[in-house]
């Protein structure tokens, strides 16, 4: 895609392909988490980022720097979002022709894990504080896997991404009114959830 | 759970801790993951446009924009040359009957022209 004149006149600069990896590697880790909490399938977060990483590099490397960040968000979550809509039609056809197979995988989600955690996490409270602190982790992480889709996506692009509202919005194609709502019910969830278990943030 | 610890504020678990430790447990992934992210990153740059080959042709020259890109793209291509070159066939195949259908329209329409029409054309109606 070209650069638009006004880009040009306002000497913007696009990205090089030196920059566009620069900023890949950046980017990187956090989307694998953000598409693992979602998925809850490494290799799926896996070809969920490797996708999203494709069309930007193949649609709009040469866009200005930056723009990078939000439009690799936007095409995450554009990604992402696919890849529930594939996921619930495999679904139904699976429940369609055996319906074994998506109980287990709802078994696989069971409150009892969360019961089991919260027992870990009050038995070993004294030793080192990385243990601890990788429970507090894997504690917060299950409770984000198991937030509504559009509450975890508004909670991780605005606290964790660091996006405005507005941005937020644009990333979700929603309006700003249902990102703060998403976003508060979000907040308010976790840590609700997490004072349940015990769990104090430092 | 119990009521003691509904009651408690959830103002110590702040959004901004959790993001906190969100961002050290993705920078403390295992080096299996971080490989394979490599691995899927250099792919996506491989599949980078040349910079300024884009920049060079893309000054007018659409051509390349009809040429396929993909395997996708070169299945869907093939499969509507294949339709073409099916339904071109079919038209050749079928070529000739047409022409009899003509010569039975030709038939008809003399009959009307010259007002020889069998008179259960009319009750038909």
Known sequence: ??????????????A?????SHFLESVERRAYKQALYGARDEQSALDIVQNAMIKLAEKYADKPVNELPMLFQRILQNTLRDHYRRQKVRNTWTSLFSSFSTKGEEEAFDPLDILQDSDNQSAP???????????????????????????????????WEGLDTTETAAAMGCSEGSVKTHCSRAVHALAKSLSAKGVELP | MNNDTLDQTPDKNRPESIAKLLTRSADTLDSETTDKLRRARNVALSRQPAH????????GNAAHLLIPHTPQQWFATIILLAALLVSLASYWHHGA???????????????ILTDDLPMEIFLDL
């Open chain 1, 125 to 159: 409270s004294g030793p080192e504080s990385s243990l601890e602190q990788r429970q507090m982790i894997a504690i917060i992480e299950k409770d984000l896997s198991q937030l509504p889709t559009r509450q975890r996506e508004a909670f991780l692009l605005r606290y």
């Open chain 1, 16 to 20: 090089s392909p030196a920059e566009l």
């Open chain 2, 52 to 59: 300024n080959s884009v920049l060079a042709l893309s000054s």
């Open chain 1, 1 to 14: 895609m070209l650069p638009s004149p006004q880009d040009i006149r306002k000497g913007i600069k696009l």
């Open chain 2, 97 to 111: 009957e047409p022409e009899v259908n003509n010569q039975d329209m030709s038939h008809l329409d003399l009959a």
